[in-house]
T-cell receptor
Framework: GAVVSQHPSWVICKSGTSVKIECRSL??????MFWYRQFPKQSLMLMAT?????????EQGVEKDKFLINHASLTLSTLTVTSAHPEDSSFYIC????????FGPGTRLTVT | AQSVTQLGSHVSVSEGALVLLRCNYS??????LFWYVQYPNQGLQLLLK??????LVKGINGFEAEFKKSETSFHLTKPSAHMSDAAEYFC??????????????FGTGTRLTIIP
């Protein structure tokens, strides 16, 4: 139980385009999901907290207009990277709360 | 504010030897502490956690950790390393007590290499 999926697992996009990453809790409902960013050989940095039915709460320094988060249902949160640039290339990991945080497998984004 | 320091970004041990990964934390309130493991290109898997109660906690895959308040430490150990233990390990802290909205603060990680 407590499985979290992410789609896609990896994506390559051109600079200036937008890309959407989905995070789903497969066998439980999650009112809260988190989005993290991980640079190579570095730790996870919390980007935002996604709450179902309300606006996401962004961490200091994270551009909310660039990283759009939508938590439309109790099992789905999406992260859209708008007007992507090469510096947005990273490993994005989501987690969903159900007594503890369950992490998805991550999405590797490469912007060319 | 809370923070986590993991001493040693890279640890190598021989197969069958003791594994010791160090974690020190800083928290203004009683912390909840976690150890996660990450295999290449995968998400994080919870190894164990300390919330309250017994300070020695046992986790999956033979790992355990001891919460020492006086030393503000939560070191991870395993008596005998196995090749499959090779991975990245993250220590994390949250102030907890806010069920449903726990912000985790992660350490910088320790890459564990097992020598055959």
């Amino acid at each position: 139980g407590a499985v979290v999926s992410q789609h896609p697992s990896w994506v390559i996009c051109k600079s200036g385009t937008s890309v959407k990453i989905e995070c789903r809790s497969l066998d439980f409902q999650a009112t809260t999901m988190f989005w993290y960013r991980q640079f190579p050989k570095q730790s996870l940095m919390l980007m935002a907290t996604s709450n179902e039915g309300s606006k996401a709460t962004y961490e200091q320094g994270v551009e909310k207009d660039k990283f759009l988060i939508n938590h439309a249902s109790l099992t789905l949160s999406t992260l859209t990277v708008t007007s992507a640039h090469p510096e947005d290339s990273s490993f994005y990991i989501c987690s969903a709360m159900s007594r503890e945080q369950y992490f998805g497998p991550g999405t590797r984004l490469t912007v060319t | 504010a809370q923070s986590v320091t993991q001493l040693g970004s890279h640890v190598s041990v021989s197969e069958g030897a003791l594994v010791l990964l160090r974690c020190n934390y800083s928290s203004s309130v009683p912390p909840y502490l976690f150890w996660y493991v990450q295999y290449p290109n995968q998400g994080l898997q919870l190894l164990l956690k300390y919330t309250t109660g017994a300070t020695l906690v046992k986790g999956i895959n033979g790992f355990e950790a001891e919460f020492k308040k006086s030393e503000t430490s939560f070191h991870l150990t395993k008596p005998s390393a196995h090749m499959s233990d090779a991975a990245e390990y993250f220590c994390a802290v949250t102030q907890g007590a806010n069920f449903g909205n726990e912000k985790l603060t992660f350490g910088t990680g320790t890459r564990l290499t097992i020598i055959p």
